[in-house]
């Protein structure tokens, strides 16, 4: 996920759930995410410090957050590969709200009920919602970051692509330490510097963070998540969040329903728009939740969606339609709810999301492993149907088909 797709609170979730699909735990840091020594950046951080004094950083927190820092080159490998990845809605709610992220979502939102309860009592965000944020970014904590911060941002700060946006992360990160809500040491998030559960960069979290606990620190790296909960309800809030509206609701488009009236440019009454012959998936009418729009992501042949103000309060925290409709699902789904009524058209080799969950399973029976059978083709999947057509001597494409599917059963 790249710093100008949205307004800068978070990294990582949608550009995770773009690479893969799915798997649990913290993979172990690579030995290029360790520093090594380079003195062009050991001079860059002796001309930044007079730099960060003149904002206001003490020499005490320059030495404290510096003592252990150094060159990342693999943070620098990492931003250099980002790759922007397209997935269909269908293939990123396999992701974002697949079974097991549904399951450990409901078991989160039962362990923490009593907190968010609170939470949404006091800036009247919905709870699923921020669970459901919880679950994306980290997979409710599993996935932290271990990566040192202020050595990730100096590392991206030294390097210049994107200097000035990483020396502001960088002061701000300097200034989280010095008000003494963590030490430096414990100070870790992602290779580009989010962090926590709910994974802020740092000049968000010195903007919305909040102490909910009490404990005159706005611990959002703890193992108790609820300053990190409490800090991304305070977000939404602030955003302009509509207590008790939903984000949006599945419905159903009449025949010929006109493609130019999709879109968030459009607006109308749940009213107006049933008067269009547009209906809930239960054939009823849209209770008003205010001005809404329709978005049909994957064409009036796949699932649509009439989504209403607080839609647009989510792409505050990730501007990604998908990434929001993954939100919304999967908070609802964390609510008890079932997946999407509608169904997804074929994608364009003519294969259901069924057809290669299938294609997967007998890859993997085949001895080529798919590392799972999500329906999604990710590079693991190409890997496996590309090592089994050399092996049974077809042209190595890596791609997914029909064909390739019938020679398989």
């Not at 001079?43 to 404290?64: C, D, E, K, M, Y």
């Not at 012959?277 to 329709?294: E, K, L, Y």
């Not at 908070?331 to 079932?338: E, K, M, Q, S, V």
């Not at 059978?373 to 029909?402: M, N």
Request: aromatic letters at 8%.
């Amino acid at each position: 996920m790249t710093f100008t797709r949205r307004n800068t609170i978070l990294i990582g979730a949608a550009a995770f759930l773009a690479a893969c699909g799915g798997g649990a735990g913290v993979t172990p840091t690579p030995s290029n995410l360790r520093p090594v020594p380079n003195p062009k950046f050991d001079a860059w951080v002796v001309a930044f410090r007079p730099r960060a004094q003149a904002q206001g950083i003490s020499t005490a927190t320059l030495n404290a957050a510096f003592r252990d820092v150094g060159y990342l080159p693999g943070v620098i490998e990492r931003d250099r590969s980002q790759t922007e990845f397209t997935r269909t809605l269908e293939d990123y709610l396999a992701i974002a709200a697949s079974d097991e992220r549904v399951s450990k979502g409901r078991a989160a939102y039962g362990r923490h009920q009593v907190t968010l309860a609170a939470i949404s009592a006091r800036y009247g965000v919905d709870p699923a919602i921020i669970t459901a944020i919880w679950g994306l970014e980290s997979r409710y904590g599993e996935r932290r970051g271990d990566i040192p911060v202020i050595s990730a941002v100096s590392t991206l700060a030294f390097d210049g692509r994107r200097g000035a946006f990483f020396e502001k992360q960088l002061i701000a990160a300097l200034k989280i330490l010095q008000n003494g809500d963590i030490p430096a040491a414990r100070m870790t998030g992602s290779w580009a510097g989010a962090m926590g559960h709910t994974q802020f960069i740092p000049t968000s979290y010195l903007a919305y963070a909040v102490d909910f606990t009490g404990d005159g620190r706005r611990d959002i790296w703890s193992e108790d998540p609820s300053d990190a909960l409490a800090s991304t309800a305070a977000y939404l809030s602030r955003s302009g969040w509509v207590r008790g509206q939903p984000w949006g609701v599945e419905v159903q488009l009449p025949s010929g329903f006109n493609r130019g009236m999709a879109g968030r440019g459009t607006t109308r009454s749940p009213a107006a728009w049933a008067g269009m012959g547009v209906r809930a998936v239960d054939g009823g009418t849209v209770p008003n939740h205010g001005a809404a729009s329709i978005l049909i992501p994957m064409g009036v042949n796949g699932p649509a969606f009439m989504v209403f103000r607080n839609f647009t309060v989510i792409t505050r925290y990730n501007n990604a339609e998908n990434y929001v409709i993954g939100i919304g699902h999967l908070a609802d789904r964390i609510r008890g709810g079932g997946p999407l009524r509608a169904s997804f058209p074929p994608d364009a080799q003519g294969l259901t999301i069924d057809d290669r969950k299938e294609l997967q399973r007998r890859l993997t029976a085949a001895g080529f492993d798919t590392e799972g059978s999500d329906g999604v083709i990710g590079a693991k999947t190409r890997t496996a149907i590309s090592a089994y057509q050399q092996s049974a001597g077809l042209s190595v494409t890596g791609e997914p088909s029909r064909d390739l599917l019938a020679r398989l059963r």
